[in-house]
DNA sequence: ATTAAAGGTAAGTATCACTTACTTAAGTAT
DNA sequence: ATACTTAAGTAAGTGATACTTACCTTTAAT
């Protein structure tokens, strides 16, 4: 893979320095050119349209996160503080890129073909490796084996999201500590009192 | 509340139903005036924008959500077995309506005066009944004290939300007893295997 | 009957995402 | 070196679209 021409790299540039201050739907193709000193129609030589461009940006982001949260997992034992782990890292990534925040959850995925991105690759990528974890802790009693591990990973990103929704959206500050603690009681231990907490709602 | 102009119903009617097979983005004002048999200006009479629009359609739903939701807790007794039947319910609306799914989690909150519409103002009522139900629960023993209650929410609406979502995006079928149950059982009894579940993670 | 407001229309306009047709630079094989 | 091919980049559109403006018409209260 050898390096991308000149233009291409500051097309991307340019419209991740916009994402920072606008939103998608207000960055125009022609302030997103102008900025990266390059004619607009450079931008469809390399991009389909101005979602693929946002994708391109998304998964750059995505590729640096994997990473961070790889180096997170490594030497840590157990299902459970794997999970943990996940849990922090990932609300740690969106209090300090916020902008990455409001791309996942209102951005991207109100369009089919972001599903076809190669940003959604690194995300399913991403949800291998937590229902791996799953797995594991089923395995080793850890985790309760009575349900579906896809609706465990949905709640923990859930969880996480809305809770970070409007901090993303008004630009507050999130205290990741507090959410994550807070998740991550509720998840684990479920939101019950008491230790017996086999009571029958049918 | 004398009733709305004719033009003004047709608009409504024709932008819902609109909906119904494509997204917001892709719904133009001239189809939306074309298929409700007004012209395009009269929309900008009665919307301030394309999104205000939107905004209505999202009200009067859940203006019938609220008024089922209500019906559905008439005569149940105990925080837990209420929010049991919020959560059936919420997945029941998300099956049944999957447009408005959509419209909830994909096309109306990226846009920050969506919070200040009045289809908002009816969900933060919503979420103002679930939290006291959530304080009911920690009042009467049911639900632990240790937990901020509007996490407990987050939680609650963001597994739903993330169960849904992608059945949303591709209209497919969603099974909300399954989900629901898978829900129920993280959220009131917690994903640790075993009853005593006061493992320290630290 | 008069008049003011509300309901509704017709014909724009500015903006924007995207195209097309072209030029220039960089490789590459002969 | 020369001819040729591909990639990088430009300039000038174009059609579609959200929204506006200026106007006409109906309704209903005084």
């Known amino acids: 893979m050898k390096d991308a021409p000149k233009g291409k790299i500051k097309i991307v540039k340019a419209f991740r320095e916009l994402l920072n201050d606008k939103n ?51 030497g840590i034992e157990g299902a459970s503080k794997k999970l943990k782990t996940i849990i922090t890292s990932s609300l740690q990534s969106y209090a300090n890129h ?42 080793n009693g850890e985790i309760r084996e009575d349900i579906d591990s896809s609706y465990i990973r949905h709640a923990i990103f859930g969880s996480i999201e809305h809770a970070c929704l409007k901090g993303a959206i008004f630009e507050q500050t999130l205290s990741s500590f507090a959410i994550s603690e807070n998740i991550y009681r509720i998840l684990f231990e479920g939101i019950t009192q008491g230790t017996s907490n086999n009571y029958n709602f049918d």
């Not at 791309?103 to 229902?131: G, T």
């Open 98 to 139: 916020r902008v990455f925040a409001r791309i996942v959850m209102l951005e991207a995925r109100n369009s089919e073909d972001y599903f076809d991105s190669s940003a959604y690759k690194l995300v399913q990528r991403y949800n291998q490796i937590i229902l791996e974890i799953i797995e594991e802790g089923k395995a």
């Open 24 to 74: 998608f739907n207000s960055i125009t193709t022609a302030e997103t050119a102008k900025t990266a000193g390059v004619t607009e129609g450079l931008i469809y030589k390399y991009f389909k349209d101005k979602r693929a461009l946002l994708y391109e940006v998304l998964r750059e982001h995505y590729e640096k996160f994997l990473i961070q949260i790889e180096k997170d997992l490594l």
